[in-house]
């Protein structure tokens, strides 16, 4: 006997179409290209001359000393070790720093930047906020994504001249002081993703002023600490900060600097008026934290408060990370030389000025698009171009692919 089955309408037939993020969509694309020349500008990673993530030597000699004392990975604290926090501190805010030693600052392991940016935009919905985030325009696409999920409405402040490529920033702080009271300010502290633009210090004091003229809230995201010009100068912005008496959050990523993009770890450092705030604040975000991941991963935070905690590491940290800011340089240089040698009539030199990872080429999404199907140079349709991608072999199939581009599809 033959049993008759009742159709019934499919939970998820009536989920709405997603549109794929961006750089989602790049990588994707990339990875379907079967040429063997192909060229992956997309993705945000460091690749080091022979086009591949390096192991760092410093992140190897601290596996070496973890496994000499093998501990079983039993559950963390929810807010991390205290070794962990302890040297995040000492990264981010220097030796001594008031903010600290007056047990001002809370400190948070986190899964990722993407993780701290998060768990602090759960934190900032408890607070009196506006409820409104402003972003810079353009910014890293997964921004809107996190705090939008968070529910915060997302308002937007001028931030790159398309024409000059250089930052608008009288426009930006007229933008700033319009926002209401309580509104959120997220800004990238160097190495701005997608531009490679940033603020010099007497911008960030300038900043500091329409901020506190306007009672805003200011959210520092740190994925690139040490790319721009070094580890302590890169981190000046969140020490001005934490002097400044401003209500503080940060955002910091360890994928980029230590190349251990797949083992999760970054930090959420907030900074109060008082210990008892910090109390109050640390309570909700271990209620947070609890609710979404309960508690955090534990290889890869030991590799980095290994190295944060041991001077040698430490400086042989400092110095791999130098030589891979070094590199970008050189790959950006060299791409900027090569268009000028060509005979290019676009100037690009505006290249040289950006600063980490990215440039923000110009390019438009007509002209990415024939980079890929003609010379299989794939990109962010936005025109982000990762320069830590390019090495000797590939940068003069990337310059013709520019060349090309722009004189047909200008």
Known sequence: MTKTITAQVSVFAEITPTPMDPVLASIEAFAADPRPDKVNLGV???????????RLRVVHDAEVLI????????YLPVEGTA??????????FGVGHAAVADGRVATFQALGGTGALRVGAEILRLLKTSGVLALSHPTWPNHPVLFGAAGFEIATYPY?????????FDRMLAA????????????????????????????????ADVLRAGSLILFLDLAYQGFADGIDEDAWPVR?????GLPLF???????????????????????ASPREVSLVSGQAKNIIRAIYSTPPTHGAAIVST???????????????GEMRDRIKQMRLGLVEALKTKGLNADFSFMQRQRGLFSYSGLSAAQIDLMTRGHAVHAVRDGRLCMAALNRHNLPRVADAIVEVVRHAP
């Open 176 to 207: 700033l002081a319009t926002l209401r009271p309580g509104t959120v300010v997220l800004l990238q502290t160097c190495c701005h993703n997608p531009t490679g633009v940033d603020l010099d210090r007497d911008q960030w004091l300038r900043l």
């Open 250 to 272: 940060v955002a910091l990523s360890f994928s980029k600097s230590f190349a251990l993009y797949g083992e999760r770890v970054g930090a959420l450092c907030i900074v109060t």
């Open 307 to 321: 190295v944060l905690n041991s001077p040698e590491l430490g400086e042989l940290w400092r110095t791999e990370l």
């Open 44 to 54: 945000g990673m460091y690749y080091d001359e022979s086009g591949k993530i390096p």
């Open 67 to 74: 496994a000499r004392n093998p501990a079983p990975y039993g």
């Open 240 to 244: 001005m900060f934490a002097e400044s």
């Open 83 to 92: 070794a962990f926090r302890s040297g995040v501190e000492t990264l981010l």
């Open 160 to 168: 790159v001249d398309p024409a000059t490529g250089g930052l608008m």
